[in-house]
């Protein structure tokens, strides 16, 4: 009986033990001032004033707690930034450092004033020089989505030519080009059509600019590429 009593007190000793081995972790945690926010780091900014709009977005402050921060909560705020396609949060608890990882948005052509990727998403950027875009003239969301759809289909030497990408519903684009293939940059209009047969008109585009006859064209019909209309 005397060991058993024995025992029983080892275990109740034990057990205390790791009750107050738990609570000081959770006092450490939670509470106390040595795991907090000492500095916090933005990664993939584009600029500086967007890294300090994604350190002000989070929410998360120095002296914070760093348990307390839930990361799943701080992405979500993060999605607020419409420029912003994703992001991380790492803490590291012995320096006290707090890294937001995030991957902008690239833009590909403009909208209404704002930009567009190649989801379709429109957003806004700070401040920040994308070089020359596209213009993308659509009625509604579903023309938008075609001509994104289009633009990025197109091959890289029509894209780096390309002015306007302009859509009439869901099936219909017209392109306006800067063509520099013969001897000098002037604008040529091309009736696309829809998204059908999109390396056959690639092809009789090609040959049709290439022809020293077409040198003065201001505009082609490839809407049906087997019976193209040249003006």
Do not use: C
């Not at 900014?45 to 967007?50: D, G, I, L, R």
């Not at 219909?172 to 013969?182: C, E, G, K, P």
């Amino acid at each position: 009986m005397a060991k058993v009593g024995i025992a029983g007190f080892k275990i109740k000793i034990v057990i205390a033990f790791i009750v107050i081995l738990i609570a000081s972790a959770v006092y450490l945690l939670g509470w106390s001032s040595f795991f907090t926010v000492k500095e916090i780091t933005v990664v993939g900014a584009p600029t500086t004033v967007a890294a300090r709009i994604i350190e002000q977005t989070s929410q998360i402050t120095k002296g914070e707690r760093l348990a307390r921060l839930e990361p799943p909560a701080v992405r979500s705020l993060l999605e607020n930034i419409s420029w912003l396609d994703h992001s991380t949060l790492n803490r590291n608890w012995f320096h006290g450092s707090v890294l937001i990882q995030v991957w902008p948005r690239r833009p590909i052509a403009t909208y209404q004033g704002q930009f567009v990727d190649r989801a379709g998403v429109v957003f806004d950027l700070p401040n920040i020089n994308v070089g020359d875009l596209p213009l993308i003239s659509a009625s509604d969301s579903s023309s938008l989505q075609f001509a994104v759809s289009l633009l990025t289909q197109l091959p890289a030497t029509l894209r780096s030519q390309l002015v306007e990408l302009k859509t009439r519903g869901s099936n219909s684009a017209t392109l306006t080009l800067n063509d520099f293939s013969r001897g000098s940059a002037s604008v040529l209009q091309v009736i696309w059509g829809d998204r059908s047969e999109m390396a056959l008109k690639v092809k009789v585009y090609q040959a049709l600019i290439a022809l020293p006859e077409n040198a003065k064209i201001s505009r082609i019909d490839l809407s049906a590429p087997h019976a193209v209309i040249v003006k």
